[in-house]
C-alpha cells in the first residue's frame, strides 16, 4: 500500500518558521523526484518545490529564498523547512511524487500524494 503521511503544519504568525516532514512507503522513493504543492481554499494546486533524485532542487518564485526543501532516502522523508512565512502562504501543503506534475497538467496527472497538512499564517 503506497502512503504519504505528511506532518509539521500548524498556525504561525508572520516572519514565522514551520518544518514540514512527508514520509513514504511502499513504493520506490528513490526512483521518483519528491516534493510539495499547496493548495488555497478555492485554488487550484500550485507547485512549491521538489528535489529531483539527484538531489537538484527547483522552487517556485514565490518562495524561492525562504523555503528550502530536503530528502533523506534512508528514511524515505522529505522535508519542507519554510521561514519568514507570509499570509500568502496560507493553504494546504501536499507532499508527491513528481509534484510539477500537478502544476503542468492538474491533479489527476500526480501518481503518488499524500492527505495534507495545513499551514496557516497571520499577519
Known amino acids: 500500500e503506497v502512503q504519504l503521511v505528511e506532518s509539521g503544519g500548524g498556525s504561525v504568525q508572520a516572519g514565522g518558521s514551520l518544518r514540514l516532514s512527508c514520509t513514504a512507503s511502499?513504493?520506490?522513493?528513490?526512483?521518483?523526484?519528491m516534493g510539495w504543492y499547496r493548495q488555497a481554499a478555492g485554488n487550484g494546486c500550485e507547485f512549491v518545490s521538489t528535489?529531483?533524485?539527484?538531489?537538484?532542487?527547483y522552487y517556485s518564485d514565490s518562495v524561492r529564498g525562504r523555503f528550502t526543501i530536503s530528502r533523506d532516502g534512508a528514511k524515505n522523508t522529505v522535508y519542507l523547512q519554510m521561514n519568514s512565512l507570509k499570509s500568502e502562504d496560507t493553504a494546504m501543503y501536499y507532499c508527491?511524487?513528481?509534484?510539477?506534475?500537478?502544476?503542468?497538467?492538474?491533479?489527476?496527472?500526480?501518481?503518488?500524494w499524500g492527505q495534507g497538512t495545513q499551514v496557516t499564517v497571520s499577519s
Open positions: 528535489i529531483k533524485r539527484d538531489g537538484t532542487t
Open positions: 511502499g513504493f520506490g522513493f528513490d526512483a521518483f523526484d
Open positions: 508527491a511524487a513528481d509534484p510539477l506534475r500537478c502544476h503542468l497538467d492538474g491533479l489527476a496527472s500526480l501518481k503518488y
